[in-house]
């Protein structure tokens, strides 16, 4: 019973001890890895496994002890996962989910959710819901997912504070303040000033277009009956006015901030406009206008920088403003000027043909524009534009005195039609702009010049006249004389009828004028010669003859100046006529077709006149030694004045003239030129003793009285004068 058995019990505990030995061995073979990071689970014992929402630098998976299981970032970029519209994605340590945007909220009321198909935001309202934080001073207006803060109408954002924004604080409009001019004394401004402040004490801006409306009525009023503002001088006007554009821009500024938004027009009964555009700021061009002018500018230009608010566009046009700028000044653009006119402009005269129109914008700083402003200015007068006269657009510019002129620099004429002038400006300077015009010449030296040659052509009338008709000067002298008259007086009335050329086309009446006023000027110059001819004869040779015979001196006054005429106008007839006048062309040297001649008949009529005021001197020194202190004086004086005017002094001004800006040369040669024919006529017949007798006789007989009684007065002083003649018959020629 023992043996089999106890074998048994033997063998049992042997199997057991194997089976646990193999159950040892296979969880050896499976033993998890003991350096896993956190986020992460063991594999096996050389691998682990990152945790959903965490990766490794190797992936899910990896073998690296040095590795770290971090979080993904499911809301990106780039995004892997789709919250919806109005939905922001947040991410979370191992995973994510979704929010309603800020401005909105979720419908369902499940504030989180995972996609866009559990997403149910919408807009929430902070304006209706008071979940806003405007200010009292404002207007809360709900956006899409925000809101902002607007003043109330009538408001402006205090400063430092903008517009539309939620910290936005504002204040009431009030009437900006605006005081008299200092230094100004009037009666009439002060009564404006006067009604001013108590439009400034009443304001209410929502009675701001009553305000504006009532404004322009006062200024009217200020301008139609003026009162003691038309006494004032013309710098205390051109102050006045310069307040007043400058005043009336900043207060119609603010004011229309205070009306709703749009277009504003107002015309008073004294035909005064305004016209305003109030609106957001915007892209693209912009119109503002009304009967009197027009203009179109961008809305960028009219913004104010750092300004949210709306943007103000206006104009207005005042007609009667142009009773304070009477005669007010303009500066030109000379050097252009000079350029098109080819001569200088030293003054212009203003006229105004338009209304002054006065354009302020929101931007204040409008003396560099970022893009150009066309104007369109209405003409009420359609002017007759004489020679050197034309359409400018000019704006009222203040300097540093208060003071203000017209100005021309930054604006220019595009075209003009239908009663209109199209300008463009590059800047604005918050002042008038308008339309005037000017002329070129000088006014004072056109009527000098006017009044000299209407009074030398009567002159030399009457010498011809004298000429002609008094026997007892008759001779070669007086033929010289005679003609040196003809030739002035037909050249100065074809000067003073034909020298414009109004057209500014070089046709042939021009070219004709200037011909005939080549001839006519050089052969009075060789007439001058010829009488310094004559007088060398009369002086120097008085013992050997009495001049040249007639017919030579007819070849040279008449012939000489054919011949240089026909070859300068065969050689280059184009040098006839210019632009503005009709005169010898400077082009080419072609004027030394007229000042040559004249450079040598002036030079040699100056060496003849110090040959015979020597010889002249030796004369008297032996014929006469009892006189000599007298009669020597007086004749040594008559001779150098005839010389000195009749033989072509006042053409040497002419001649140094080379500079046309010299006014004081232009004066005097002007002067000179105009009054030669008086001259002439003093030289030649007052200053002649036969030809005063003979004026005493016409005299004697237009009034009926007989010449004897007219003459006895003079008897006893007679009998002298006649012995000198004895002694000097060639005084009768002089």
């Known amino acids: ?31 998890c890895a003991l350096w896993c990071p956190p986020h992460s689970s063991c594999v096996n014992g050389t691998a682990c496994r990152c945790a959903p929402g965490f990766i490794s630098f190797s992936g899910e998976i990896f073998t690296d002890p040095l590795e770290s299981c971090d979080d993904i970032n499911e809301c990106g970029p780039p995004s892997l996962v ?30 989180i959710f995972q996609n866009e198909s559990e997403n149910t935001c919408r807009d929430v309202d902070e304006c209706s819901s008071g979940r806003h934080q405007c200010h009292n001073s404002t207007v809360c207006v709900n956006t899409v997912g925000s809101y902002k803060c607007h003043c109330h109408q009538g408001w402006v954002p205090k400063a430092g504070s903008q517009d539309k924004q939620m910290t936005t604080i504002c204040e009431e409009i009030s009437f900006p303040t605006w005081t008299a001019p200092p230094g100004i004394k009037s009666q009439s401004l002060s009564a404006f000033f006067e009604r001013v402040q108590k439009m400034s004490r009443d304001f209410k801006p929502a009675m701001a277009e009553k305000s504006i409306q009532d404004l322009i009525g006062s200024v009217d009023d200020l301008l139609k009956n003026s009162g003691d503002l038309e006494s004032l001088d013309q710098s205390s006007k051109h102050v006045t006015v310069t307040y007043l554009l400058s005043g009336l821009e900043r207060v119609l500024r603010t004011l229309a901030k205070a009306i709703p938004k749009g277009s504003f027009t107002y015309r008073s009964l004294d035909d ?3 016209s305003l555009v109030v609106q957001e700021q915007g892209k693209g061009n912009v119109t503002v206008g009304q009967s009197h002018a027009r203009m179109l500018l961008d809305w960028a230009v009219a913004a104010a920088a750092g300004e949210s608010g709306p943007s103000v566009v206006g104009i207005l046009s005042s007609q009667n403003m142009k009773r304070l700028l009477a005669n007010a000044s303009l500066k030109l653009d000379l050097e252009k000027l000079k350029e098109t006119y080819k001569s200088p402009v030293r003054g212009a005269k203003v006229t105004l043909l338009s209304a002054v129109s006065s354009v302020f914008l929101s931007n204040m700083n409008t003396e560099k524009l970022d893009s150009n402003v066309s104007f369109a200015f209405t003409l009420h007068e359609q002017p007759e534009l004489k020679p050197r006269q034309e359409l400018i657009c000019a704006f009222w510019k203040k300097d540093s005195n208060g003071n203000g002129s017209w100005a021309t620099s930054g604006c220019w004429k595009m075209g003009s039609g239908n009663g209109s002038i199209t300008c463009q400006c590059s800047h604005l300077s918050s002042f008038a702009i308008l339309m005037a015009h000017y002329d070129v010449e000088d006014p004072k030296l056109a009527l000098i010049t006017k009044v000299g ?7 030399l009338l009457l010498c011809i006249l004298t000429f002609l008709l008094v026997r007892p000067i008759q001779g070669s002298r007086t033929t010289v004389h005679l003609h040196l008259c003809i030739c002035l007086f037909v050249g100065s009335a074809i000067f003073l009828a034909g020298i414009e050329n109004e057209g500014g086309e070089v046709g042939t009446r021009c070219r004709l004028v200037a011909v005939l006023l080549h001839y006519c000027f050089l052969a009075a110059f060789c007439w001058m010669s010829l009488e310094g001819v004559e007088l060398y004869f009369l002086v120097v040779r008085v013992f050997q003859g009495q001049g040249l015979r007639k017919l030579w001196l007819y070849l040279i006054g008449y012939g000489v100046p054919l011949i240089i005429v026909g070859i300068s106008a065969g050689a280059y007839s184009k040098g006839y006529g210019r632009e503005k006048f009709c005169w010898l062309n400077f082009e080419g040297g072609f004027l030394w077709s007229f000042v040559g001649p004249v450079t040598f008949i002036v030079l040699g009529n100056a060496v003849i006149f110090v040959i015979t005021v020597w010889r002249l001197t030796q004369k008297f020194s032996e014929i006469n030694p009892d006189i000599k202190k007298l009669k020597k004086a007086r004749v040594l004086t008559i001779t150098a004045i005839a010389q000195l005017f009749v033989l072509g002094c006042t053409w040497v001004f002419g001649l140094l003239l080379f500079d046309p800006e010299s006014w004081v040369l232009s004066y005097i040669f002007s002067i000179l030129n105009c009054l030669q024919g008086f001259f002439l006529f003093v030289l030649y017949c007052l200053l002649n003793k036969k030809v005063r007798e003979e004026y005493r006789k016409w005299a004697c007989m237009v009034a009926g009285n007989k010449y004897s009684e007219f003459a006895t007065t003079t008897s006893g002083s007679g009998s002298s004068h006649h012995q000198t003649q004895a002694l000097r018959p060639s005084e009768s020629g002089m």
Do not use: W
Request: glycine fraction near 14%.
């Open 1 to 31: 019973m023992g043996g089999p058995h106890g074998g048994s019990f033997l063998l049992f505990p042997v199997l057991c001890f194997l089976l646990t030995l193999s159950e040892v061995g296979s969880q050896n073979s499976k033993a």
């Open 82 to 111: 789709d919250c919806g519209s109005s939905a922001d994605c947040q991410n979370t340590e191992g995973g994510y989910h979704c929010t309603c945007s800020p401005g909105y909220e979720p419908l369902s009321g499940a504030r």
């Open 272 to 274: 005064t406009e305004l």
């Open 453 to 459: 040659l209407a009074l030398s052509l009567v002159c």
